[in-house]
């Protein structure tokens, strides 16, 4: 076989394999989009939650995964769009569309005037230095009246979709938090396959090669900061939009710890599997920990332990492994 | 004619230790020249000074006409001066391809993009794919390239340098680890190189310099020793009595006792 013919087979496998995602892509968006329909109005208010969290899971793999900068910051930009979000909806409007975009922008600019600072360090300096922001901005919320202080912020009213009544069943909400999630899962899966994703794979993978190879890593890993940030603010804003009422609790150490173990159990560079981890993480922490006792936080780590041993490259890993079996088999 | 890369009083000290010691060199364009030199001789030190790796203690880098000692690394490669490392050094988590697109991206100005996928963006995937194809690894494209053996991680590292379309490509000990029949088949990859492409070869193997270079300079306790032709170098008494060991090591340390 020439090597032309054999770059053709190699391409041949690819459209099947992009059809069989396809329809599995639709086949999830479908049961997730029916969920309102056979559930119950407690599920789908979880489910929403998830979904609101796994966009912020999403700006932490896009980090982490894709970028290789492990971080415990991202829950401070998910705050600054879930405050921004929620000052809105009671000052201004309670439009959803207006809500989330003033929240992408807070969580862009809170992360351009932070992350200059941090995008000069790698590795474990890079992660002290997210978490120093994540405890800051975690303060600032703590004690800022304005913003509620450590009361959080009540009172939002409910979000309303281009001029429309008030959204007040738990469906309505979830299928705007769906969609919103959808279209940003989707931005963030585009970034991945762009030019630009592969220019941070190459900084992950070897920035000493990137730098003779002529480029300025500072640059882009400032720029995914910023995306990142954006991708958080855009989950708070969806967090707001649902839970219409903001603490100090939800941009702390606690939440950005999660974000990253989700990432981590779901196998971190992969999209799906981290989202797939957020939605084992709040499982456990908010509807198993009391079938256990209170004790979700050890059934977490217990899970870590068991995928850092079982599953190094998280659930994703395990389905590619799967895959490759399969192919090795045919 | 003009050198392209000309090195006056180059100098890189760690500490006390001058590793590299006034070295003045020229490389003219076109020029297939190889830097030999027993171990400890500063030859990579040299490299890594030029390349724009290390900072230059003293002396001068000028490439193109122009002084670059005070470029960052990544300022030269855009000139054109592009290096390859010692232990092979390419993105491990990439597949091949992405290995060789990266380059390519960089040079057509598309690396920040991220409005279409990047198969999307044909003239570089194109180009890209040519220049695997030109180092043999034509069909591989899609394989992680933690899944190549060494030489052929070295035959994608020479597709990703030629993509960053360099004037001037410095390669670090290429041979270094090749079983007999990978050094053959990177030699010939070498010789394929298009003639008005600037080589500096750092090389262990003297086979593969005699084979390759238009001229040598040898490097000992980081001067140069001598520099020519390479009849005039295989017939130098110096170069035999460095290479045959009679020098004395103690010279290394040039700052005495601190």
Known sequence: MSAAERTQAVDGIRPRRTAGKAVVAVAVLLLLAAAPLVLGAYPVSTMTRILAFAVLVLSVDLLTGVTGLPTLGQAAYFGAGAYTAALVGIHLTSDASVQLLAGLVAGLVTAALTGWVAVRARGVVFLMLTLAIGESVHQVADTWSVVGASNGLAGMPPITLFGGPPLLAAGFVYWWVLAAAVVVFAAVALVVRSPYGRTLRGIRDNEARMRALGYRPALARYGVFCLAGAVAGTGGALWAAHARFVSPGDLGFEVAALALLSVVIGGAGSLWGPCLGAALVLLVRDNLSAAVGGHGPLVLGLVFVAVVFLLPRGVAGLAAGIRRRKEGLS | ?258
């Open chain 2, 1 to 258: 004619m003009t050198p392209l890369l000309e090195l006056r009083g180059l100098t890189r000290a760690y500490g006390s230790l001058t590793a590299v010691s006034g070295v003045d060199l020229s490389v003219l364009p076109g020029e297939r020249h190889a830097l030999i030199g027993p171990n400890g001789a500063g030859k990579s030190t040299l490299f890594a000074t030029v390349a724009g790796t290390l900072p230059a203690t003293a002396g001068t880098v000028l490439f193109d006409g122009a002084d670059v000692t005070a470029l960052p690394e990544a300022k030269r490669a855009r000139r054109g001066l592009l290096r390859t490392y010692q232990h092979s050094s390419v993105f491990l988590g990439c597949s091949v391809l992405d290995n060789v697109a990266l380059a390519v991206q960089r040079v057509h100005r598309v690396a920040h993009r991220f409005d279409r996928a990047a198969r999307r963006f044909r003239r570089t995937e194109a180009e890209a794919l040519r220049h695997l194809e030109s180092v043999g690894l034509a069909g591989r494209g899609a394989d992680p390239a933690a899944a190549l053996s060494h030489g052929e991680r070295r035959q994608l590292e020479v597709a990703m340098v030629l993509a960053a379309e360099p004037s001037l490509v410095m390669f670090d000990e290429p041979t270094a680890g090749m079983s007999a029949a990978e050094t053959e088949r990177f030699a010939a990859l070498v010789e394929r190189l298009p003639s008005e492409l600037t080589l500096l070869i750092v090389e262990h193997d003297l086979d593969v310099v005699f084979r390759l270079a238009d001229r040598v300079t040898v490097l000992h306790l980081g001067q140069v020793l001598a520099s020519g032709t390479a009849e005039q170098i295989r017939a130098d008494d110096a170069v035999r009595a460095a290479y045959l060991g009679s020098a004395r090591t103690d010279d290394l340390f040039t700052g005495g006792t601190p």
